[in-house]
């Protein structure tokens, strides 16, 4: 079974889809999917899909919904089986009933969710051995899994909203370090698209500001790296009443130091702000 939630519901079963269009059975697969290989219990199943304000009938209707998952596996078995042959699973195989909840069996197939997992873990690894060339491209593979926000087109009660919160949370802190490798790699100027995106979209993400102060004074452009750190400013005392924090005012201050007694040296003689040298050696950030 190939299990896609980083983005619209994709779950396919010998490359047929079992994915339900009405929007409970969606929702209820969504988390059967999402815990795959687990029990499911029924109680949370239905607070999954009512809110926690469930119907009389929740547990008939969550049966019926189960019926309905069942008949599209039943029907991806039959059509993804090789010709002249017939798969050996039913339907209650794959999606199985036990005491006090049911079980999506994915028989070792992909998930994305696993898979961003895994590579985030190799990611952090890399970067820890002090690969950056190695964790950039794995950090990369894991963030080119994601095509929208987690079970885009699915409702979501309280367990899939947690989930996707998570995993929202996860998909930052493996980008954040991705540019922290493309920066340590010497790519600042291939990075100012991308940073200009994300610190707007993230208005508050101190790290995020720091990164793209660090690849704009590298590129040469130190009025706009002091113009992000007062714009950061700006939004973080007037909405939250918070002052940036000690390592984001060390790094403006290291650069009108640098701006005031070198105004005329280029930015990579500094050497606090220093881009590394080809070969990709650490960036002493102040």
């Known amino acids: 079974m190939d299990i896609g939630l980083l983005g619209a519901l994709n779950v396919r079963e010998n490359g047929v889809s079992i ?32 809110a926690g304000t469930p119907p009389r009938s929740a547990r008939t209707t969550l049966q019926t919904y189960v019926l309905q998952l069942r008949e599209l596996i039943a029907t991806a078995l039959r059509e993804g089986a090789a010709p002249g042959q017939a798969d050996a699973r039913s339907a209650k ?16 197939g992909r998930s994305d969710i696993r898979e961003f997992e895994r590579l985030s873990e190799q990611g952090c690894r890399a970067m820890d051995d002090g690969n950056f060339a190695g964790a950039s491209g794995i950090l990369r593979r894991a963030l080119d899994l994601w095509t929208g926000p987690p079970f885009a087109d699915v409702p979501t009660g309280v367990h899939l909203g947690m989930e996707a919160r998570r995993l929202e949370e996860s998909r930052l802190c493996a980008l954040d370090l991705r540019i922290e490798a493309d920066l340590r790699l010497g790519r600042h100027r291939e990075l100012l698209a991308e940073l200009t995106v994300l610190t707007s979209r993230y ?4 790290n995020l500001h720091a990164q793209f102060m660090l690849a704009l004074y590298r590129s040469g452009r130190r009025g706009e790296a002091l113009l992000v750190y007062q714009q950061l400013r700006t939004h973080l005392v007037r909405d939250l009443g918070l002052e940036p924090s000690a390592r984001l005012c060390r790094l403006q201050q290291s650069i009108l130091t640098a701006t005031a007694e070198n105004p005329g040296t280029p930015p990579h003689h500094d050497d606090d702000l220093a881009a590394p040298a080809p070969g990709g050696g650490l960036t002493r950030v102040p």
């Open 203 to 206: 208005r508050s993400h101190e």
């Open 93 to 108: 195989d794959v999606l199985t009933t036990l005491p006090g909840g049911y079980l999506l069996v994915a028989q070792g």
């Open 19 to 50: 994915a339900p269009t009405a929007p409970k059975p969606r929702q209820l697969l969504a988390l059967l999917a999402l815990r795959a290989d687990q029990v499911v219990s029924v109680p949370t199943l239905v607070e999954e899909v009512w």
